[in-house]
């Protein structure tokens, strides 16, 4: 079923626990909306921060909206479940659920969160799942609440589609408001409290909400893979991966998004969600083949740029390597399955010297991540003596280097492109050797 939103409804009193990235988005714009948030976290650092008015995550205007809503008393924060949870009707559960090395989903965060609720909710009120879960998470919540006899704690899913960077943005206008629950009417009127949004709601089923998160992701990361498949064949005929996707692009059948080719996809949800849902369709014994291809092409493109960097330089041993960019993309200095990373260690391993920079990231946290890079604070310290450079992230402030100075200080003359982002014409004045992916170059 699809409507819009009703704009009469009710202000509202919502815990939201966890205060990370989806927690933090959730309570500011709730908080905006008029609602009365009380955001609980058990991070006494994390819990500190927020308390003094600091926010840990890089997302823009997030502190200032956040001040805002506490300033006028919408928002306040705690980690006490029972001063957060008896006398609201709505706590959204925003903790994290990673996959553990088997693929699994890591649930032990949502456990815990859901028995901490499960103390102090009041009859009557509604647990909202906003953690990316696997299908069929919701019944396992149920259970672990006790749902049963009289007591009556009804359960939705609304899964979240921020993107890192641009998350108050998705969460204040949102393409869709996604609801999942048993009743309609539960779904209605959580798909109420983001009542002034005028955005489709699509109501379903639990499990229908859960995979409308997860199998989104898959079909954004094979939209990827699908054009580094592409790349690959325009590499090999002398096409030019850029102009397919923008004559693709324009049959609104196909759009312009997520077709851009290189290294590959990263971050903390589109790899962990097609993992999810790999071990979901194991456990029940459904064949997806697109899905593993999808991951094995996204291996494949963290290899090429080694392969490319072979070609040219031969054996890599002794080699001296630059990559610009560590963070899985542009706006954020978050490293969480970032190609330039799984670049780093497969370079580090071939017996290259790499050093790298990142406009977000600090020396520290770049060796915390990763022992064998040298860091430097910026391009042209790291390619100074390279023999080779690779772009592993389009940030902006390499769009405009200064080639010519860079070829100067450079050992060697290749440059790999590995986001198609740079301009090869200025590249190849300076005298250097341009390679992108799928770009006839
Ligand atoms: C993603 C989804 O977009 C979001 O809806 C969901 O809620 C969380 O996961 P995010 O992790 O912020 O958001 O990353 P996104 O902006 O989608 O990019 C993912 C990766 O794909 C990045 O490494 C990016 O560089 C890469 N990418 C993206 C490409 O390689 N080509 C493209 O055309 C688009």
Not at 315 to 321: A, C, D, M, Q, Y
Not at 368 to 385: C, E, M, Q, T, W
């Amino acid at each position: 079923m699809s409507g819009i939103v009703n704009k009469s409804a009710d202000i509202r009193k919502i815990a939201v626990v966890g205060a990370g990235y989806v927690g933090l988005v959730s309570s500011v714009c709730l908080s905006e909306l008029g609602h009365e948030v009380i955001c609980l976290d058990i991070d006494r650092e994390r819990l500190t921060k927020l308390l003094s008015g600091e926010v840990d995550i890089a997302e823009p205007g997030i502190a200032e909206w956040m001040t805002r809503n506490a300033e006028a008393g919408r928002l306040s924060f705690t980690d006490d479940y029972r001063k957060a949870i008896p006398d609201v009707d709505f706590v959204l559960i925003c903790v994290d659920t990673p996959v553990d090395a088997f693929a699994e989903p890591d649930l032990r965060n949502l456990r815990a969160a859901v028995y901490g609720v499960a103390d102090y909710i009041s009859d009557g009120a509604c647990i909202v799942l906003r953690s990316t879960v696997p299908p069929g998470t919701s019944q396992l919540v149920s259970g672990w609440l006790g749902n049963s006899g009289n007591r009556s704690i009804s359960i939705a899913v609304q899964p979240e589609f921020f993107q890192e960077g641009r998350a108050l943005e998705d969460c204040w206008n949102p393409i869709r408001i996604v609801v999942g629950s048993e009743k309609e009417e539960t779904a209605l009127l959580v798909a109420n409290l983001w009542k002034t949004r005028e955005a489709p709601v699509v109501v379903t089923d639990l499990a229908t909400a859960e995979m409308i998160k997860q199998a989104s992701n898959a079909f954004l990361a094979t939209k990827i893979s699908f054009i580094n498949d592409i790349a690959g064949i325009c590499d090999a005929v002398g096409a030019d991966i850029d102009k397919v996707a923008e004559g693709m692009g324009h049959d609104p059948r196909i759009g312009f998004s997520y077709l851009k080719a290189g290294i590959g996809f990263g971050g903390s949800c589109l790899p962990k969600d097609l993992r999810a849902l790999l071990h979901t369709a194991a456990s029940k014994g459904v064949a997806v083949q697109q899905l593993e291809a999808t991951i094995a092409v996204n291996e494949r493109q963290r290899e090429i740029v080694l392969r490319i960097l072979s070609e040219h330089l031969g054996n890599l041993t002794r080699s001296s390597i630059a990559i610009l960019g560590l963070a899985f993309k542009p706006g954020t200095s978050d490293l969480r399955d970032s190609p330039a990373i799984a670049l780093a260690e497969s370079l580090a391993l071939a017996g290259a010297t790499v050093s790298a920079t990142d406009p977000a990231i600090s020396s520290e946290i770049a060796l915390r991540v990763s022992g064998i890079l040298k860091f430097s604070p910026d391009a042209y310290s790291a390619a100074n003596g390279a023999d080779g450079i690779v772009l592993a992230t389009d940030w902006e402030e390499f769009k405009n280097l200064d080639w010519q100075r860079i070829a100067d200080s450079m050992a060697g003359k290749i440059v790999v492109d590995g986001r198609n982002y740079l301009e090869a014409s200025r590249i190849e004045t300076a005298g250097l050797k341009y390679i992108g992916i799928g770009r006839n170059s």
